[in-house]
């Protein structure tokens, strides 16, 4: 009776009996899987995290502890064998413990970007440089949203890492705070796939309370040829240009462009496949898994994550609005006026946000189409969102 007293005292049932939050996790998790099965809201990488996060809150599974990585570092020591994390309570690593190492050390998410590289087309940016300037506006979000952080009370690097979700860049996202504010990963990566999904909802009300309805009806002309040449030269001078001046971005904008140049140059057919597809693939699974297990019920559970939705929800309009408000003040200036629905795709989220635009410009005029134009500032975004990320940890990392 003893020996069966003290297996059923170490069960998961038992321990459930000891800490409640533990329950709610796993049911924020089912809701999670919802979503992302029924609802089809970012299945990729939202069902992966609710994985993760479903196994991580299964008490006693021992799959991922947080003591491996206190205080922002990967204590390697602990990694060589059994470890207490209180007294008389040993553990050994567990899978997602090493699996998070790739996001720890910054592996995952530039790998996802060398395979989003690889499945762009910069042709529109080069076409029509000045969709660059729409890019960089929808940034001014994940600033403004820096300074409302701080006003409640978040550390410098934990403001960088919530304003950071305005850009609509998982990885990115990941990326940053995984540097500055490990202990925010789960609920900012959660917020922020959860935005970048919901895109459609959010900023077709924000695109048309900003733009009247001739200016939504503004048709813009098509695109110049792009020539193959221009293609090649592209990613190699923004690689040069933008690591040296922002040195912290280089990883990213990197491998962004590293993937970008397997698509373009012509001779590397069969990387260019490989990253977009097994690579890909791979690296979503294990970053998905991964931030999900950060979502403990010691961290999720707290006054900050709801502050953390709020203000990404808060960073992600700025960065949509100020897009198209620059796009208005621009035609001030411009014999051929562009549409300020494009300026909305500045954001990282790509193609959905382009989409989007399309979508409102054929509701106003159904002969409009914009969504070549709207691919300019769309993956602008994208580079955009890097090189803030760069300026953040250069700031505060």
Known sequence: METILNFLNQTGFAMIASDWRCLVMILVSF???YLAIVKKFEPLLLLSIAFGMLLTNLPGAGLFH???FSGGHVHWEMFSGVFETEPGVKFSPGLLDYLYLGVKLGIYPCLIFMGVGAMTDFGPLIANPKSL???AAAQVGIFITYAGARLMSFTPAQAASIGIIGGADGPTAIYV???LSPE???PIAVAAYSYMALVPVIQPPIMRLLTTKSERQITMKELRPVSKTEKIIFPIVVTVFVSLLVPSAAPLVGSLMLGNLFRECGVTERLSKTVQN???NIVTIFLAVSVGATATASTFLTVKTLGILVL?????SLGSACGVILAKFMNL????KINPLIGSAGVSAVPMAARVSQVEGQKANPSNFLLMHAMGPNVAGVIGSAIAAGVLIALFG
Do not use: D
């Not at 990404?312 to 992600?316: E, P, T």
């Open 177 to 179: 705070t995984s540097l």
């Open 133 to 135: 300037l729409l890019g």
């Open 278 to 280: 097994e690579l890909m």
């Open 333 to 336: 200036f411009l014999k051929q």
């Open 312 to 316: 990404g929800i808060v960073a992600f």
């Open 184 to 186: 925010l990963l789960g």
């Open 66 to 68: 947080e003591e491996l």
């Open 31 to 33: 809701v999670l899987l």
